[in-house]
């Protein structure tokens, strides 16, 4: 779908009262069993619960305004777990990096008094020959 198209269909959608906007939903899944080409993008797990729960709601009547209400808060609730998520992946793979760094780095040897400092080059910083 391109960005024109998309961006025309939510400008109908939100000017609809939210009775209706779940009836558009509907069919829009009607459609999407009857005729989708492609398998729709996997929803993360926080973002199924909630489509069920929406669902559940629906059923039993709960108006549209207070599901749009928690649905704000569960949306957000979603959005903070995205970044917590990626935070941690781009910790792991910091750390990774970190582990695989110290076997790249020169050998350390001791120094004078049993100090441990930087391998001393032939002929530089070590005691005179002779």
């Keep these: 779908?391109?960005?024109?198209?998309r961006q025309r269909l939510l400008r109908k959608i939100e000017s609809l009262p939210d009775e209706r906007i779940y009836q558009v939903l509907d069919f829009i899944e009607f459609l999407d069993s009857k005729y989708a080409l492609t398998t729709p993008v996997?929803?993360?797990?926080?973002?199924?619960?909630?489509?069920?729960?929406?669902?559940?709601?629906?059923?039993?009547a709960v108006s549209p305004t207070t599901i749009r209400?928690?649905?704000?808060?569960?949306?957000?609730?979603?959005?903070?777990?995205?970044?917590?998520?990626?935070a941690g992946k781009?910790?792991?793979a910091d750390l990774g990096e970190a582990l695989e760094g110290p076997s790249e780095q020169p050998v350390r040897s001791p120094g004078p008094k049993?100090?441990?400092g930087p391998a001393p080059s032939?002929?530089?910083g070590g005691e005179p020959e002779g």
């Design 69 to 86: 209400e928690a649905f704000q808060l569960i949306s957000a609730a979603d959005r903070v777990l995205s970044g917590v998520s990626s």
């Design 42 to 60: 996997e929803a993360s797990g926080l973002q199924k619960f909630a489509e069920n729960l929406e669902d559940k709601l629906r059923r039993k």
């Design 90 to 92: 781009q910790i792991l």
């Design 114 to 116: 049993g100090k441990v």
């Design 122 to 124: 032939s002929g530089e």
């Design 1 to 5: 779908m391109h960005d024109v198209l």
